[in-house]
Nanobody, 128 residues
Framework: QVQLVESGGGSVQAGGSLRLSCATS????????MGWFRQAPGKEREGVAT???????NYKDSVKGPFTISIDNAENTLDLQMNSLKPEDTGVYYC??????????????????????WGQGTQVTVSS
């Protein structure tokens, strides 16, 4: 049984940083594509960053630079370092796993439909 458990969310002021972690069980992370998604109130879930076990990444344009996704194949964990946070980064952040990596226009997919397993989410609130 695959389980993904996010941690590290919280409330910060604009310009602050948070580090999210995703602990996995029931899967070997190096055999999966992993990703972070978020959902703001009243909006659809959107892809933030995705990564392969080999370290190939793709980011939503608005988070390139301040956000860094990383994977620890030995510990079966996925992290998201978020710096220079903005109020528009507020939302519930989800960890997700896909048995196969889907490419869209030559880049790793940021589409939620391409991911099979999901965590429960962790709230990130950025105040101005």
């Amino acid at each position: 049984q695959v389980q993904l458990v996010e941690s590290g969310g919280g409330s910060v002021q604009a310009g602050g940083s948070l580090r999210l972690s995703c602990a996995t069980s029931g899967l070997t992370i190096r055999r999966y594509c992993m990703g972070w998604f978020r959902q703001a109130p009243g909006k659809e879930r959107e892809g933030v960053a995705t990564i392969t076990s080999g370290g190939v990444t793709n980011y939503k344009d608005s988070v390139k630079g301040p956000f860094t996704i990383s994977i620890d194949n030995a510990e079966n964990t996925l992290d998201l370092q978020m710096n220079s946070l903005k109020p528009e980064d507020t939302g519930v952040y989800y960890c997700a796993a896909a048995p196969t990596c889907t490419m869209v226009a030559g880049r790793l997919s940021l589409t939620s439909q391409h991911f099979r397993y999901w965590g429960q989410g962790t709230q990130v609130t950025v105040s101005s």
